[in-house]
T-cell receptor, first 110, second 117 residues
């Protein structure tokens, strides 16, 4: 069953612009994670935010979490062509496993 | 550099064959997972294991089994491959207490694209 749902499904921006992706989920969580997947490859863990945190930064990545709205956003600042990938949110609800959303496909045009 | 290694990047098998997908991690992780990824359906959990010889069904275990005889190795077995099992298979691992408590991310392998003809 899907827990996180990303929005938009696809996003196309110019290099240098910021990219924002959103994730909504349904049940209480311990933490929420964001992953990147380059075409045809495995997923790479980007950042984890715990349920008692509201914002987290890692390099050009900024993640926010609003547990009252059951939503999170991933902001990539000053995007580069190499950021072109699919981005997934995943929720940890203490059930021994992560549940992944369906992903946002990001295209950064040079 | 820590790694999760999947034995094959591409695999083509015939309907009815028994198929083994191997996954090895070198991080001494307790937890290991098998997902399949299909367009429009995202990642779906097939099986996971939180200890040697332990296994738990995920969301779509039908037609699959798993084996974890050693901590570092988690095998996915398709007992009798069918065309609807054509998919990208992803193995992942995480450290103990991981997903349900201490909040560590997963490390994924590069994936095995299986085609059943």
């Amino acid at each position: 069953s899907q827990q996180g749902e990303e929005d938009p499904q696809a996003l196309s921006i110019q290099e240098g612009e910021n990219a924002t992706m959103n994730c909504s989920y349904k049940t209480s969580i311990n933490n929420l994670q964001w992953y990147r997947q380059n075409s045809g490859r495995g997923l790479v863990h980007l950042i984890l935010i715990r349920s008692n945190e509201r914002e987290k930064h890692s390099g050009r990545l900024r993640v926010t979490l609003d547990t009252s709205k059951k939503s999170s956003s991933l902001l990539i600042t000053a995007s580069r062509a190499a950021d072109t990938a699919s981005y997934f949110c995943a929720t940890d609800d203490s059930s021994y496993k992560l549940i992944f959303g369906s992903g946002t496909r990001l295209l950064v045009r040079p | 550099d820590v790694k999760v290694t999947q034995s094959s990047r591409y695999l083509v098998k015939r309907t009815g064959e028994k198929v083994f997908l191997e996954c090895v991690q070198d991080m001494d992780h307790e937890n290991m997972f098998w997902y399949r990824q299909d367009p429009g359906l995202g990642l779906r959990l097939i099986y996971f294991s939180y200890d040697v010889k332990m296994k738990e069904k995920g969301d779509i275990p039908e037609g699959y089994s798993v084996s974890r005889e050693k901590k570092e190795r988690f095998s996915l077995i398709l007992e009798s491959a069918s065309t609807n099992q054509t998919s990208m298979y992803l193995c992942a691992s995480s450290s103990g207490g991981g997903a349900w408590g201490k909040g560590y991310g997963y490390t994924f392998g590069s994936g095995t694209r299986l085609t059943v003809v």
